[in-house]
């Protein structure tokens, strides 16, 4: 299998590298570029799974000119008053592309030929656009697809013959979040029957088998009265009816077929005792990574050992429903093996720490549109790439889903502004906010991050003598924000300004600071002490920039 994996992966692929789409859902217009693997972060209806199923319905559900794969809320609409029929046509365009120069295998070359064009760098590309919306002289919504020139206009009408072409040569494959073990692995489950063919055995072998499973019937038959009571009496139909010829009834107690006992193959797995459970009745996420991974030994059985020229594009949304951290971590490496190409999208930052952060895309709705947002790693230094790989993708892959960081130098700062949030009664979980501190981080590289990511980010630090390092790494990535948007430097040492606003008596000689910010947190939310004014307006900046 293993020789087999690695001749798979040497093959070059025709990539799905580009998408554009255009009123579709809750997308105005959108650009994303592909990779590999592709990951899709972002909230709620951000437009992850608009994108996954923009994919899905083009090249795998349309057939051909007015296909009906669009329904009613798939138009966009403005706004609550809008209708379907007055909706901006959706439109998406897909290009495929060549790796390198003839690089395409011979096979899709002779597949795809009608529609492959050849760009500017020698690579060829395939190019699709399908564009669905009312039509007031057809009284109807007319979906259309054609294939395009280098140039993207229009060349070659996707008849059913050339959609069909395209599907063969790049197949489609949606797995939801919702993986049910008992529909996946049933006899008619998409991935397991492919695996339940009793053409797989040798002939020779299915007739010995079906000879013992007809002797072991008439023995089980012989040794159950009430089933051979049952057959004897309805050998007395044939006084009235005239039956073929052979036996007049028989009863299967055994399937006596090869293709009917295999199609009642079912997987058990090993409880903590020991028993063998069915894999229907195990947890959810022993379910989920079941179907995961009978997927990709589907995948790997139609590609064959020798590999074959069309290369699968999986859309996969949230591998790790039900999965325990733990297994979320290394669930992406198991993921990165499918063959071909694949589009994730997730609410995982334990994912996302198993993840080239190249990969991931940043959905943030925004003005009302959706904008995608990701990683230029190679605008920072090989030192400030491991910083980010170590404490952020790593360490805290959840940052990347915040609506706003609040960056500060120490630990004092992270229990006071978490303090302070829950005595004003703030929940900065459920505005985006997460804390970020970075005294041991390259403050570029938190503020880069940010910026390369689309998440505001707002600063606070001391006056002290290293304020300097954290003023210049500010300024430098503001991006034309204004600075007051980004950084503050409201007090000169924070112990020194919370015994000038009513907590003097907790710094007694040789206190902890850790401590006695824990126990002035403590009188703010008891409400025995203010929350100073400055504390105050740090958390309303921080839940304002997430709320913009």
């Not at 996954?52 to 138009?75: M, Q, T």
């Not at 009816?241 to 006992?261: E, H, K, Q, Y």
């Not at 706003?404 to 459920?430: K, S």
């Not at 126990?519 to 921080?542: F, G, H, N, S």
Request: charged share 30%.
């Amino acid at each position: 299998m293993r020789a087999a994996q690695t001749a798979q992966s040497d093959r070059a692929e025709f990539r799905l590298t580009h998408l554009r789409i255009q009123n579709f859902r809750c997308i105005r217009d959108l650009t994303l570029e592909l990779d590999e693997t592709t990951v899709l972060i972002g909230e709620n209806n951000s437009g992850k799974t608009a994108v996954l199923k923009a994919i899905e319905l083009c090249l795998d559900r349309l057939r051909g000119p007015n296909s009906k794969v669009f329904d009613d809320f798939d138009y966009h609409l403005v706004d609550e008053s809008a209708a379907p029929e007055g909706a901006d046509p959706i439109e998406i365009e897909l290009r495929f592309r060549e790796p390198a120069p003839e690089s395409l295998p011979v096979e899709l070359q002779e597949d795809l030929a009608e529609v492959l064009v050849r760009l500017d760098d020698d690579r060829r590309q395939a190019a699709l656009r399908v564009t669905s919306g009312y039509d007031p002289d057809e009284t109807d919504f007319v979906t259309r697809a054609v294939f395009l020139d280098a140039e993207g206009d229009a060349m070659q009408v996707a008849t059913p013959a050339l959609l069909a072409a395209f599907r063969r040569s790049l197949p489609v494959h949606f797995l939801s979040a919702l993986r049910d073990a008992g529909r996946h692995f049933a006899a008619r489950g998409p991935f397991w029957r492919e695996f339940l063919s009793s053409t797989d055995l040798a002939e020779a072998d299915r007739e010995l088998f079906e000879t013992e499973l007809a002797g072991l019937n008439q023995r089980l038959i012989q040794a159950h009265p009430p089933l051979r009571e049952v057959r004897d009496h309805l050998v007395g139909a044939g006084k009235v009816v005239t039956f073929g010829s052979g036996d007049a009834v028989t009863v299967d107690a055994l399937p006596a077929r090869a293709a009917a006992i295999l199609s009642q193959a079912r997987v058990n797995m090993a409880s903590r005792s020991g028993a063998s459970i069915p894999l229907e009745r195990q947890g959810e996420g022993t379910q989920s990574l079941a179907v995961l991974l009978l997927f990709d030994a589907y995948l790997r059985r139609r590609l064959g050992p020798e590999g074959v020229a069309a290369q699968p594009i999986t859309i996969l949304e949230e591998p790790e429903a039900h999965l325990h951290p733990a297994a979320v971590r290394v669930l992406m490496d198991a993921v990165r093996d499918f063959p071909g190409q694949k589009v994730v999208s997730t609410h995982s930052g334990d994912l996302i720490g198993g993840v080239d952060p190249a990969c991931v895309r940043r959905l943030v709705h925004r003005d009302g549109r959706v904008r995608a947002y990701r990683a230029e790693l190679a605008t920072m230094s090989a030192k400030d790439r491991r910083t980010f790989e170590r404490t952020i993708r790593r360490g805290r892959g959840d940052l990347l889903f915040a609506r706003c960081w609040l960056v500060y130098e120490g630990e004092t700062e992270a229990i006071l502004f978490r303090g302070v949030a829950e005595a004003l009664g703030v929940n900065l979980d459920r505005h985006g906010v997460a804390g970020l501190q970075c005294a041991e981080i390259t403050p570029a590289v938190v503020f880069q991050t940010a910026n390369q990511f689309g998440i505001p980010w707002y600063l606070v630090y001391d006056g002290d003598k290293g304020r300097r390092k954290y003023e210049r790494a500010a300024m430098d990535n503001l991006n034309g924000v204004d600075p007051a948007d980004r950084c503050a430097c409201p007090y000169p040492n924070m112990e020194e300004f919370l015994k000038t606003n009513g907590f003097a008596d907790l710094y007694q000689k040789d206190v902890n600071k850790l401590a006695a910010a824990k126990r002035a947190v403590d009188r703010m939310v008891d409400r025995d002490t203010a929350v100073p004014e400055t504390l105050k307006e740090i958390i309303e900046k921080a839940v304002s920039l997430a709320e913009k």
